[in-house]
């Protein structure tokens, strides 16, 4: 034990970050894997309603499929990170997506709704333990001299082709050949990836291992509070309403199958864009950016309920929505990297756990709502938040620039 102790601080102590130690494909390959894993998570939000005829479950019941691996992915962030201590985070990126892959294949095949339970916990430890590892290491994966904010963009655009090409597509295959189909083909996918993570990923020792001390870093930086309390409150409010967005359209709008494919491949189409803007304005302004998405939501959930229950306004709607969530974690990170770049890499496992405890809680939120009153009074009820939030940017935030146009300022100045 001691021994082996010995080789990991060695390995932290001779292994500083390199910013030239990455490359194209790696940082290519690291946004691949998010595409694949969130398509994993939010696939179920194209076919909730197939899940739940299928299993003879209700839609909020049916709903815990989102909640679970969400619940798991809070616990896995910060406790994973801690765990493996000094080990190469290229094996651990290796590890969790082979962990993903065989949670799909269980989904697909399994019999009964517990045992899907079991598959999409057993997916939490993925989704967590990657979220908590990548995007603290998406500057050190990408090319030399590529900017932070890019880098963090490109990896998070993953994110954003999962919602343009994954779910939809997902919906589609669930059309044609039933939604086990579309967990199966993410499984297998998934295990492509495993490949080009093996081939392009370069060797990722952490600068230091992480302690259950470090976890509350970014917490301890009243930069990044300031940030947090922005980014649960929209957070809460867009997980509590998206994981129903299918539902609604199916229940409420009545529109068949190819239409709501149709809607979410809009969706993700704008959040491409939304992911380009934060990529561009967030290093202009972060905090003006997260302000940007939280009025594009509130127009959204005010409008929803009168607007998309009729095509064009739903395409229109669904657009605006895209988009705000597009840009959204890619803002929410970069904030984090701006603000308080020392407690990034120790302090991103329990930022991804506030995540993934988001996307939990806004899930079985919303099922409780949608089971008990409506989806309408669901997307009214969440604007309160909206509200707080953006009270937030501009009294709790107000005056926090980025940290580059402070100090352009003062060169002015001087």
């Known amino acids: 034990m001691n021994t082996q102790a010995n080789l990991n601080e060695s390995h932290l102590q001779q292994t500083a970050p390199d910013q030239h130690q990455g490359n194209w494909y790696a940082v290519i390959t690291l946004s691949i894997t998010a595409f694949v894993l969130v398509t994993s998570e939010f696939l179920p939000i194209g076919v909730l309603n197939a899940i739940a005829q299928d299993l003879q479950v209700t839609v909020g019941t049916a709903g815990l499929v989102i909640t679970l691996p969400g619940v798991m992915g809070a616990f896995a962030a910060p406790l994973i990170s801690v765990w493996v201590k000094g080990l190469d985070r290229r094996y651990l990126l290796i590890g969790l997506t082979a962990v993903m892959v065989i949670a799909n294949f269980i989904t697909a095949y399994a019999a009964s709704f517990a045992l899907i339970l079991f598959s999409r916990f057993i997916l939490g430890i993925a989704i967590g333990g990657?979220?908590?590892?990548?995007?603290?290491?998406?500057?050190?994966?990408?090319?030399?001299?590529?900017?932070?904010?890019?880098?963090?963009?490109?990896?998070?655009?993953?994110?954003?082709?999962?919602?343009?090409?994954?779910?939809?597509?997902?919906?589609?295959?669930?059309?044609?050949?039933g939604w086990r189909t579309a967990f199966l083909m993410t499984a297998v996918i998934g295990a492509v990836i495993l490949v080009f993570e093996y081939l392009f990923l370069p060797k990722l020792y952490p600068t230091s291992a992480i302690q259950y001390r470090d976890l509350p870093a970014l917490f301890a930086d009243p930069k990044a509070r300031k940030g947090l309390v922005i980014i649960l409150l929209i957070g809460l409010a867009h997980f509590s309403t998206y994981s129903y967005l299918a539902p609604f359209f199916k229940n409420v709008s009545g529109f068949n199958g190819a239409t709501i494919s149709t809607l979410l491949l809009v969706y993700g189409a704008a959040g491409f864009f939304g992911n380009a803007f934060a990529g561009y304005s967030s290093n202009l302004n972060v905090r003006y950016t997260l302000a940007a998405v939280g009025v594009c939501l509130a127009v959204v959930f005010i409008g929803f309920p009168i607007y998309a229950t009729h095509l064009t306004g739903a395409y229109f709607l669904t657009a605006i929505w895209g988009f705000a969530f597009g840009a959204f974690p890619t803002t929410a990170n970069i904030w984090m990297f701006l603000h308080a770049p020392q407690a990034v890499e120790k302090g991103m496992p329990l930022f991804v756990g506030i995540f993934q405890v988001m996307i939990a809680l806004g899930a079985l939120i919303g099922g409780f709502m949608v089971d008990h009153f409506s989806t309408s009074i669901l997307l009214y009820s969440v604007v309160t938040l909206i509200a707080f939030a953006l009270l937030a940017v501009f009294t709790h935030s107000r005056g926090l620039n980025n940290p580059k146009i402070i100090e352009q300022a003062s060169t002015c100045q001087n």
């Open 130 to 177: 990657f979220w908590a590892t990548a995007i603290a290491l998406s500057g050190r994966v990408a090319p030399a001299h590529l900017p932070i904010a890019k880098a963090t963009a490109i990896v998070m655009a993953g994110v954003t082709l999962a919602t343009v090409l994954g779910v939809p597509i997902g919906t589609w295959l669930s059309e044609l050949y």
